[in-house]
């Protein structure tokens, strides 16, 4: 299984994209990449997957380098219910790292 | 999409004794998971519930602390054995189906005293 990389922490102004990287160099071709996120005291999240294409649904865009070693989660328009730990997770989902804090400040 | 319950939200327990948490899932999937979350920790695959037969436990769990059982496609149960202060985390049951997103419950709060 891929083994990802987060920043611990990050801050977003309110109303500013956020930008969630992840480092998963050692992803295989097969291997989807998963992004969840958990609001304290809730369980987990699911946001968003892709394979090597741009994906986009309501909630947020995952980027992917064309070499399919890091991506990037955006939040277009964050909001103070955007504080949360967002996890980049590779193939099987079931493994989480530590994951990146991020807080919308006002 | 499926939404998942779990039982009891939380629970305060004494030092070995044993809980058993349920999970309940609306729709049928084929696959339930046991998690747990340490204090200010990510979260930990305990063990795959299989239907019907024994769950698929991970490295460092094993089924005498943690036995589980998964009768059909949406139900599972995960006992916490002969407790110490060290379990004291909370215990989140995850469902899904192979290659599709896993859907959440909101967790069981455990303290041992």
């Known amino acids: 299984d891929a083994k990802t990389t987060q920043p611990t922490s990050m801050d977003c102004a309110e109303g500013r994209a956020a930008n969630l990287p992840c480092n998963h160099s050692t992803i295989s071709g097969n291997e989807y990449v998963y992004w969840y996120r958990q609001i304290h005291s809730q369980g987990p999240q699911y946001i968003i997957h892709?394979?090597?294409n741009n994906e986009t649904n309501e909630m947020a865009s995952l980027i992917i380098t064309e070499d399919r070693k890091s991506s990037t989660l955006i939040l277009p328009h964050a909001t103070l219910r955007d504080t949360a730990v967002y996890y980049c997770?590779?193939?099987?989902?079931?493994?989480f790292g530590t994951g990146t804090s991020l807080t919308v400040i006002p | 999409s499926a939404v998942i319950s779990q039982k009891p939200s939380r629970d305060i327990c004494q030092r070995g004794t044993s809980l058993t948490i349920q999970c309940q899932v609306d729709s049928q999937v084929t696959m339930m998971f046991w998690y747990r979350q340490q204090p200010g920790q990510s979260l930990t695959l305990i063990a795959t519930a299989n239907q019907g037969s024994e769950a698929t436990y991970e490295s460092g769990f094993v089924i005498d602390k943690f036995p589980i059982s998964r009768p059909n496609l949406t139900f599972s149960t995960l006992t916490v054995s002969n407790m110490s202060p060290e379990d004291s985390s909370i215990y989140l049951c995850?469902?899904?189906?192979?290659?599709?997103?896993?859907?959440f419950g909101p967790g069981t709060r455990l303290t041992v005293l």
């Open positions: 995850s469902a899904g189906r192979q290659g599709y997103e896993q859907f």
């Open positions: 997770i590779a193939l099987n989902q079931f493994y």
């Open positions: 892709g394979l090597k």
